[in-house]
């Protein structure tokens, strides 16, 4: 797929056509893999509306998940360490709006790059808890970066949870099997009007759906012997 990436990553204009590529590429990843998809909507995403979603993180299929889910173009905020892996990071450069979490200055250009890509109902994704948990945490603590960004840009937070990508795709080459993926996306929060004195609550509300909701799923919780 080389050559059609170059072609798709060589404008920013080109984006909407790049994002068609990479939902067949995922379809034929999860789908072929013997993966299904099983869906409860609290709320369904509007055409040529911004939003940013706000999924767990647990699984490297969950990017693949969440590309799924979305006909809008989703613009991604991730680490600048993935830059240094060989094809792959060149590609992740021209369509991932990267940041270092330790530099101030790299944090504060993500959102002049964000302003940027949120036109045409083109939205951003952040796995809010900045890691992968270990199999034992249900969820990690959040960093604030997602929430800051809705409220800045006044777009509605989608919190979405991912109950079986770590159990049926784990980190542990020995563990998984094919079958269905439940995704519940609940309803969203709007973020209007909104200053940033609302940060701290904003996501901690988010993240308390996202725990409530995990911490409940017997299957979720029984499968590692996770404490809550």
């Not at 006909?71 to 060149?90: D, M, R, S, W």
Request: glycine content about 4%.
């Amino acid at each position: 797929m080389t050559p059609i990436l170059l072609i798709f990553t060589y404008k920013e204009t080109y984006y909407h056509l790049l994002w068609k590529l990479v939902r067949i590429w995922s379809k034929v990843l999860v789908y072929g893999m013997g993966f299904r998809l099983c869906l409860q909507l609290d709320q369904e995403i509007e055409p040529n509306k911004s939003y940013m979603f706000c999924p767990n993180h647990s699984s490297l299929m969950d990017p693949f998940v969440l590309i799924l889910l979305s006909k809008n173009p989703i613009v991604f905020v991730g680490k600048q360490e993935l830059a240094t892996i060989p094809i792959f990071g060149y590609f992740y450069k021209k369509v991932v709006i990267m940041v270092d979490r330790s530099s101030p200055k790299s944090r504060k250009s993500v959102y002049k790059k964000a302003k940027k890509r949120l036109k045409n109902g083109v939205s951003m994704a952040i796995f809010p808890e900045g890691l992968v948990p270990t199999e034992e945490v249900v969820l990690a603590p959040f960093k604030k970066g997602a929430f800051s960004l809705a409220i800045e840009f006044n777009i509605p937070i989608v919190p979405q949870v991912y109950f079986d990508c770590k159990r049926l795709f784990s980190w542990n080459f020995l563990k998984g099997s094919p079958g269905v993926f439940r995704i519940h996306q609940h309803l969203f929060i709007e973020t209007k009007g909104l200053k940033m004195d609302a940060l701290n609550s904003l996501k901690q509300q988010t993240f308390d759906i996202i725990y409530n909701d995990l911490s409940t799923d017997v299957k979720y919780m029984n499968d590692t012997n996770r404490k809550k």
